[in-house]
T-cell receptor, first 115, second 110 residues
């Protein structure tokens, strides 16, 4: 298995533009998580899905952020409009199921820079 | 989610010295996981501890879960430059998703 695949690896965009980050989880993994990592705030859970259904989006910072999982093999995180403070590394992770007994497999991340 | 405090935030050691990072919670944890993130990389799952007092080893790494299941530690014996990175603990209490600690950034000086 190729692991969790994220694209793009790097994204530089101007303030106000729409940004879409993509994630393909490991086949057979039923749970998918979006994290944001910054020096100041560490790893923050933004939203997670189970069987393609959003379970908890309380970590999404603002209405500018939205996430979808239209099928078991694809998820997107969209920021519209983007702002400089959104600059961070965004990680997607998947696990076999929800629950504490399963390790997470992280993708390589998308480094987003908003100028 | 479950809150876990991790100390120290940074640790510099000379190659060959030992290293320990600690993870603490005010409430009982159902389990705890440890991850390693190399500089510029992504977190990688290392291990999970479930039982009270559990001790697991991976080569030079020793992981412990406290008797009360409120704390955990990761100890590295005789550090090497390949051990450089940030070590995170992650835990869940009654919640079904993991909450990550703030991490301990390890620097190994050659």
């Amino acid at each position: 298995d190729a692991g969790v695949i994220q694209s793009p690896r790097h994204e530089v965009t101007e303030m106000g533009q729409e940004v879409t980050l993509r994630c393909k989880p490991i086949s057979g993994h039923n749970s998918l998580f979006w994290y944001r990592q910054t020096m100041m705030r560490g790893l923050e859970l933004l939203i997670y899905f189970n069987n393609n259904v959003p379970i908890d989006d309380s970590g999404m910072p603002e209405d500018r952020f939205s996430a979808k999982m239209p099928n078991a093999s694809f998820s997107t995180l969209k920021i519209q409009p983007s702002e400089p403070r959104d600059s961070a590394v965004y990680f997607c992770a998947s696990s076999l199921a929800l629950g504490a007994n399963y390790g997470y497999t992280f993708g390589s991340g998308t480094r987003l820079t908003v100028v | 989610g479950q809150q876990v405090m991790q100390i120290p935030q940074y640790q510099h050691v000379q190659e060959g010295e030992d290293f320990t990072t600690y993870c603490n919670s005010s409430t009982t944890l159902s389990n705890i996981q440890w991850y390693k993130q190399r500089p510029g990389g992504h977190p990688v799952f290392l291990i999970q501890l479930v039982k009270s007092g559990e001790v697991k080893k991976q080569k030079r790494l020793t992981f412990q879960f406290g008797e009360a299941k409120k704390n955990s530690s990761l100890h590295i014996t005789a550090t090497q430059t390949t051990d450089v990175g940030t070590y995170f603990c992650a835990a869940s209490g009654s919640a079904r998703q993991l909450t990550f600690g703030s991490g301990t950034q390890l620097t190994v000086l050659p």
